[in-house]
């Protein structure tokens, strides 16, 4: 009977090994998650880098600036382009912002199943600013940014990720790029909001991707 229990116990753990398996692959599917803020938006916390507020209520308040956008970006092109125009930032809030938002629920949703299989994860943020304003303010408002990415992990779901922040199973790496990587492309002028924070283009620079997952003990 010995013989017969290791065996069931060998069973059982390649059934487990092979569902931690899929939770994996899962949740590495459900990256990059993109997730876009307003201009100058976070507002700031206690300090420069830190956030005033966690992004989902950023999120809320950006998406209902759509009609303004529409409006601004719209009234800066010819009559016979606006149609066209108007549609690229209505393609802008649904496909991206959005969307970015609702891949973002998945995420934690995914990260929270590995996380009860007791796996250690290591997740990576990366923020990003448009041109508009100098690089050092752009360096502390990409890290306010991640910082409001990080709030949320802190108070989603009444603190659910807490204990594993905690005891170190989730670690969550952070980065700021300011606006270093931007293409060299997009309009800095401040003078010209239509192009430098209306745009489509300017708008998906001002982001934070979760673009990487380690599952790894170190």
Request: net charge negative; proline share 5%; glycine share 6%.
């Amino acid at each position: 009977s010995g013989s017969g229990s290791s065996t069931v116990d060998k069973i059982l753990y390649l059934e487990k090994t092979e569902i931690i398996k899929k939770i994996e692959v899962s949740l590495k599917n459900a990256i990059p998650v993109r997730l876009y803020f307003d201009n100058d938006k976070p507002a700031k916390g206690d300090t420069p880098e830190t956030s005033a507020t966690n992004y989902t209520e950023s999120y809320f308040t950006y998406y209902n600036k759509r009609e303004k956008f529409k409006q601004v970006y719209g009234n800066q092109v010819s009559l016979k382009r606006r149609d066209e125009a108007i549609a690229e930032i209505d393609a802008l809030f649904l496909n991206n912002i959005k969307g970015g938002f609702d891949k973002y629920e998945n995420f934690k949703n995914q990260l929270l199943v590995v996380l009860e299989a007791e796996l250690p994860v290591n997740i990576y943020l990366r923020g990003y600013a448009s041109p508009v304003a100098k690089n050092e303010y752009n360096t502390a408002l990409g890290k306010r940014r991640v910082d409001s990415i990080r709030k949320e992990f802190d108070e989603w779901r009444g603190g659910i990720f807490i204990p594993y922040i905690e005891s170190g199973q989730l670690v969550i790496t952070e980065r700021s790029f300011g606006e270093e990587t931007a293409p060299p492309n997009i309009s800095d002028d401040p003078r010209k909001p239509a192009s430098s924070i209306y745009s489509p283009a300017a708008s998906i620079e001002r982001r934070v991707e979760i673009d990487e997952i380690n599952f790894n003990e170190n």
